[in-house]
């Protein structure tokens, strides 16, 4: 049983996020007891359901220490910090140092107060440009924006204080899409930027047409390819990461997982069944590539279940139909 191995609360920075409040839930279902730490900048108190919240800022040196001192958690989730390749290209700083210097000083905190597990929430973006058709975890890092270079840089760090006797996991989410199967938490970016909501808001008339960036990547339909996680299965994940770090004997270690379904979606393919599902045509018109963006990103899932025990259960369509259940539930 992992709640009669682990002391004290699960510290979950980003907990009042989308994939945040997710993984709340996951670890209060697990027996574990959450503690939401967020600066609500683009969370929500709403979300906070599973644990209590401390509001503040992962960068925060001396209320970092505090909630440490106070609340003595003994594992970390870390998955504050900004999510917007867009802006990060064009304010790289503001991903500098709020999703990289601010890691460093949640980190250092961890390793003085010697936490037993450290789970980290990077991104399939830290491949940059595929050579495989599959990424696997030891395709090579090559970063093509900011937000991507800050993600990897946390790694990086992850990898020192594992010479600090951390142990920690990176886990490198593809897409997240749908929203709590149980209705009581989803997606709600502000501004958003996801392709799956975006889809649901304009096919059901809450938002003007879906701009499908790029129509000239080498894909078979031309648009953009990814790699679609539901986002109450990649909330699991967390679980069995904190499980199988638990479970490792060396003093420190680092290790990074691909979490993804292991299949790929075209952005045309995912409009068209958004509007299948919605029973209308989703209204979209093509716009310029975005810097940064990558033709084609499919991962290999294969580490994370062999290592993790860890494996999607839920395919587009039911992302979709969740996604479509918390849009409408919002709106009513
Ligand atoms: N959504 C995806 O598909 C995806 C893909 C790859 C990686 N990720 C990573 O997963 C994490 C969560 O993503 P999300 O979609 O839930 O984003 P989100 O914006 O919904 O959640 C992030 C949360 O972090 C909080 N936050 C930001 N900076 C903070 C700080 N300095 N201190 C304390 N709280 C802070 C925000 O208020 C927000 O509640 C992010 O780190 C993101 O980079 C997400």
Same mark, same amino acid.
């Given at each position: 049983?992992?709640?009669?191995?682990?002391?004290?609360?699960?510290?979950?920075?980003?907990?009042? !996020?989308?994939?945040?409040?997710?993984?709340?839930?996951?670890?209060?279902?697990?027996?574990?007891?959450?503690?939401?730490?967020?600066?609500?900048?683009?969370?929500?108190?709403?979300?906070?359901?599973?644990?209590?919240?401390?509001?503040?800022?992962?960068?925060?040196?001396?209320?970092?220490?505090?909630?440490?001192?106070?609340?003595?958690?003994?594992?970390?989730?870390?998955?504050?910090?900004?999510?917007?390749?867009?802006?990060?290209?064009?304010?790289?700083?503001?991903?500098?140092?709020?999703?990289?210097?601010?890691?460093?000083?949640?980190?250092?905190?961890?390793?003085?107060?010697?936490?037993?597990?450290?789970?980290?929430?990077?991104?399939?973006?830290?491949? !940059?440009?595929?050579?495989?058709?599959?990424?696997?975890?030891?395709?090579?890092?090559?970063?093509?924006?900011?937000?991507?270079?800050?993600?990897?840089?946390?790694?990086?760090?992850?990898?020192?204080?594992?010479?600090? !006797?951390?142990?920690?996991?990176?886990?490198?989410?593809?897409?997240?899409?749908?929203?709590?199967?149980?209705?009581?938490?989803?997606?709600?970016?502000?501004?958003?930027?996801?392709?799956?909501?975006?889809?649901?808001?304009?096919?059901?008339?809450?938002?003007?047409?879906?701009?499908?960036?790029?129509?000239?990547?080498?894909?078979?339909?031309?648009?953009?390819?990814?790699?679609?996680?539901?986002?109450?299965?990649?909330?699991?994940?967390?679980?069995?990461?904190?499980?199988?770090?638990?479970?490792?004997?060396?003093?420190?270690?680092?290790?990074?997982?691909?979490?993804?379904?292991?299949?790929?979606?075209?952005?045309?393919?995912?409009?068209?069944?958004?509007?299948?599902?919605?029973?209308?045509?989703?209204?979209?018109?093509?716009?310029?590539?975005?810097?940064?963006?990558?033709?084609?990103?499919?991962?290999?899932?294969?580490?994370?279940?062999?290592?993790? !025990?860890?494996?999607?259960?839920?395919?587009?369509?039911?992302?979709?139909?969740?996604?479509?259940?918390?849009?409408?539930?919002?709106?009513?």
């Amino acid at each position: 049983m992992l709640s009669s191995t682990i002391r004290g609360p699960v510290l979950v920075t980003g907990g009042a !996020g989308f994939i945040g409040s997710h993984v709340c839930k996951a670890l209060a279902e697990a027996g574990l007891q959450p503690l939401c730490l967020d600066t609500l900048e683009k969370g929500h108190e709403w979300a906070v359901r599973w644990g209590s919240l401390v509001k503040g800022d992962v960068g925060d040196g001396r209320f970092v220490e505090e909630v440490f001192v106070r609340h003595k958690p003994s594992v970390v989730v870390h998955l504050a910090g900004y999510i917007e390749v867009g802006e990060s290209v064009a304010n790289p700083e503001r991903y500098m140092v709020n999703n990289s210097a601010k890691s460093r000083v949640l980190i250092g905190a961890a390793i003085r107060h010697k936490v037993q597990a450290f789970v980290f929430s990077s991104t399939c973006s830290v491949y !940059g440009l595929p050579q495989a058709d599959r990424l696997e975890e030891e395709h090579k890092i090559a970063p093509l924006n900011p937000y991507a270079i800050s993600k990897a840089s946390v790694e990086r760090a992850l990898d020192e204080a594992a010479w600090r !006797g951390l142990r920690s996991a990176s886990l490198r989410y593809f897409n997240a899409a749908g929203a709590d199967p149980g209705g009581e938490i989803g997606e709600a970016h502000e501004p958003e930027t996801h392709l799956l909501p975006l889809a649901v808001d304009a096919a059901l008339g809450l938002r003007d047409a879906l701009v499908v960036h790029g129509e000239d990547y080498p894909t078979e339909d031309g648009s953009c390819v990814r790699d679609f996680v539901h986002v109450s299965d990649l909330a699991q994940a967390h679980v069995s990461a904190v499980q199988w770090l638990m479970r490792q004997k060396a003093r420190g270690r680092h290790d990074v997982f691909n979490l993804g379904s292991g299949n790929g979606y075209s952005v045309k393919q995912v409009v068209d069944q958004v509007g299948r599902m919605v029973g209308r045509p989703v209204p979209h018109v093509f716009g310029a590539r975005r810097p940064g963006d990558s033709p084609v990103l499919v991962g290999s899932i294969a580490k994370a279940e062999r290592e993790l !025990g860890w494996m999607p259960t839920r395919d587009l369509e039911a992302q979709i139909e969740d996604a479509l259940r918390w849009r409408r539930a919002m709106i009513r």
